[in-house]
C-alpha cells in the first residue's frame, strides 16, 4: 500500500509544482476583504474563492518569529494559463520582504506589487509562501517578468532556503451566470 497523503499541499499539488516538501515552523493568516459584500474570506487550503472578491489586496499576517526576524512572501500563480497545458508556470502576483515577525505584510517591502487573479482556462491554484530570511534586506530585488516566474529559483538566489509557511486557494473564471 502507497503512502496516505493528507497534507493539502501535497494534495493540492504545491508541493511538488512549486516548492519540494518542507516542515510548516510558522503560521500564517491569509484575508481577503471583500469590497462587494464588506466580508472577510481567510484563505484555507483548497478552498475556492471568485475573483471578483480578490480585487484588493489582502491581509497577510505572520504569526510567529519575533519583531527581530523577518519574512518574504510571494504569491504565485502555477496554472498558466491552464491547468492542463501550464507552459508558462508559474505566473507572479505579488512580492513582499522584510516582514517582521507577528505582524502583516503591510509592515514590509513591496517589491512587485499585488496582481489580482484573472484566470481564464479552469481551476487555478493561487499560493501564498512564507519565507524565513536570515536577515532584514537579504531578499534583494525582482526583475525580469511576472510570467515563467520559478519560486525555487527565486529563493535559491536570494537564499531563502524551503518556505516556512504557506497555502493555497482555487479560483476560476466567474461566468455571467455565476455572477451575482
Same mark, same amino acid.
Given at each position: 500500500?502507497?503512502?496516505?497523503?493528507?497534507?493539502?499541499?501535497?494534495?493540492?499539488?504545491?508541493?511538488?509544482?512549486?516548492?519540494?516538501?518542507?516542515?510548516?515552523?510558522?503560521?500564517?493568516?491569509?484575508?481577503?476583504?471583500?469590497?462587494?459584500?464588506?466580508?472577510?474570506?481567510?484563505?484555507?487550503?483548497?478552498?475556492?474563492?471568485?475573483?471578483?472578491?480578490?480585487?484588493?489586496?489582502?491581509?497577510?499576517?505572520?504569526?510567529? $518569529?519575533?519583531?527581530? !526576524? %523577518?519574512?518574504?512572501?510571494?504569491?504565485?500563480?502555477?496554472?498558466?494559463?491552464?491547468?492542463? *497545458?501550464?507552459? &508558462?508556470?508559474?505566473?507572479?502576483?505579488?512580492?513582499?520582504?522584510?516582514?517582521?515577525?507577528?505582524?502583516?505584510?503591510?509592515?514590509?517591502?513591496?517589491?512587485?506589487?499585488?496582481?489580482?487573479?484573472?484566470?481564464?482556462?479552469?481551476?487555478?491554484?493561487?499560493?501564498?509562501?512564507?519565507?524565513?530570511?536570515?536577515?532584514? $534586506?537579504?531578499?534583494? !530585488? %525582482?526583475?525580469?517578468?511576472?510570467?515563467?516566474?520559478?519560486?525555487?529559483?527565486?529563493?535559491? *538566489?536570494?537564499? &531563502?532556503?524551503?518556505?516556512?509557511?504557506?497555502?493555497?486557494?482555487?479560483?476560476?473564471?466567474?461566468?455571467?451566470?455565476?455572477?451575482?
Amino acid at each position: 500500500m502507497g503512502k496516505v497523503v493528507s497534507d493539502p499541499l501535497e494534495v493540492g499539488r504545491v508541493i511538488g509544482d512549486v516548492v519540494d516538501s518542507f516542515n510548516p515552523s510558522v503560521k500564517m493568516a491569509v484575508t481577503y476583504n471583500s469590497t462587494k459584500q464588506q466580508q472577510q474570506q481567510q484563505v484555507f487550503n483548497g478552498h475556492e474563492l471568485f475573483p471578483s472578491a480578490l480585487t484588493l489586496k489582502p491581509k497577510v499576517e505572520v504569526l510567529g $518569529g519575533d519583531l527581530r !526576524s %523577518f519574512f518574504t512572501l510571494v504569491m504565485t500563480d502555477p496554472d498558466v494559463p491552464g491547468p492542463s *497545458d501550464p507552459y &508558462l508556470r508559474e505566473h507572479l502576483h505579488w512580492v513582499v520582504t522584510d516582514i517582521p515577525g507577528t505582524t502583516d505584510a503591510t509592515f514590509g517591502k513591496e517589491v512587485v506589487s499585488y496582481e489580482m487573479p484573472r484566470p481564464n482556462i479552469g481551476i487555478h491554484r493561487y499560493v501564498f509562501l512564507l519565507f524565513k530570511q536570515r536577515s532584514r $534586506g537579504q531578499t534583494t !530585488s %525582482f526583475s525580469g517578468s511576472r510570467d515563467n516566474f520559478t519560486t525555487r529559483k527565486f529563493a535559491r *538566489d536570494n537564499q &531563502l532556503g524551503l518556505p516556512v509557511a504557506a497555502v493555497f486557494f482555487n479560483a476560476q473564471r466567474e461566468t455571467a451566470a455565476r455572477r451575482r
